[in-house]
């Protein structure tokens, strides 16, 4: 099949091929993607912008159980988005960097909703 700009994109193509993260990365990518994509823990990462909580405040926050958000927590800590620390008995949990903010803000820009 022959294309109308077939030097311009072979060159393209090339480039992609060669500046193509690895293979690992590509499904650390993914995986933070999919962690990030299910609406209750959307919610969770909109509620920590404002600052770390415990679970019973983000339960206050976001709505649902205790039990289905700490379950929530555990996929986003497993995947690097969130951190959390011991403050006496309380476990707290906070984004894991300022790049969560700048990735919901961006998404927010981009769909023109308001955060």
């Known amino acids: ?14 480039a992609a091929k060669e ?4 293979e690992e990365a590509i499904e650390r990518v993914a995986a933070a993607f999919k962690s990030i994509s ?3 823990r959307l919610k969770i990462l909109f509620a920590l912008r404002q600052g770390e909580m415990c679970v019973f405040h983000i339960v206050e926050a976001v709505g649902g159980t205790q039990s289905a958000v700490s379950h929530q927590l555990r996929i986003l800590k497993d995947n690097h988005i969130i951190k959390s620390r011991r403050d006496g008995q309380n476990i707290v949990y906070s984004l894991a ?6 990735v919901l803000e961006l998404a927010c ?3 023109n909703c308001k955060i």
Not at 19 to 22: G, I, K
Not at 97 to 102: L, N, P
């Open 1 to 14: 099949m022959n294309c109308d700009h077939e030097q311009l994109h072979h060159l393209a193509a090339q």
């Open 19 to 22: 500046n193509m993260p690895a």
């Open 38 to 40: 299910e609406p209750s």
């Open 97 to 102: 960097d300022e790049h969560v903010v700048a």
């Open 109 to 111: 820009s981009h769909l």
